[in-house]
Nanobody, 121 residues
Framework: QVQLVESGGGLVQPGGSLRLSCAAS????????MGWFRQAPGKQRELVAT???????TYVDSLKGRFTISRDNAKNTVTLEMTSLKSEDTAVYYCYVLGTVGSSFLQDDYWGQGTQVTVTS
């Protein structure tokens, strides 16, 4: 069974910072891509950032310079450093993992339960 445990969400003032973390676990779980998505009230889930096992990162253009994603392959963790937060960043942030389990050659998507980030004065 694959499990993703997120942490670090909370309430922060505009201009503040937060660090989100996600730890992945599971027997025979081989991870290729880790990342973060977010979903604001009344909106669809959208990509925030991803990072491959080799360290290649992808960000949505609007968030470049404010958010930074990183990954620890040994610990199967991914973090999202969020700075200069705006009210528009308020959303539930979901950890994302792409990988295989056991002998499967097909990669599947896995999602965390989500952690709430609220930016307000």
């Amino acid at each position: 069974q694959v499990q993703l445990v997120e942490s670090g969400g909370g309430l922060v003032q505009p201009g503040g910072s937060l660090r989100l973390s996600c730890a992945a676990s599971g027997s025979g779980f081989s991870i290729s891509v880790m990342g973060w998505f977010r979903q604001a009230p009344g909106k669809q889930r959208e990509l925030v950032a991803t990072v491959t096992r080799g360290g290649n990162t992808t960000y949505v253009d609007s968030l470049k310079g404010r958010f930074t994603i990183s990954r620890d392959n040994a610990k199967n963790t991914v973090t999202l450093e969020m700075t200069s937060l705006k009210s528009e960043d308020t959303a539930v942030y979901y950890c994302y993992v792409l990988g295989t389990v056991g002998s499967s050659f097909l990669q599947d998507d896995y999602w965390g339960q989500g952690t709430q980030v609220t930016v307000t004065s």
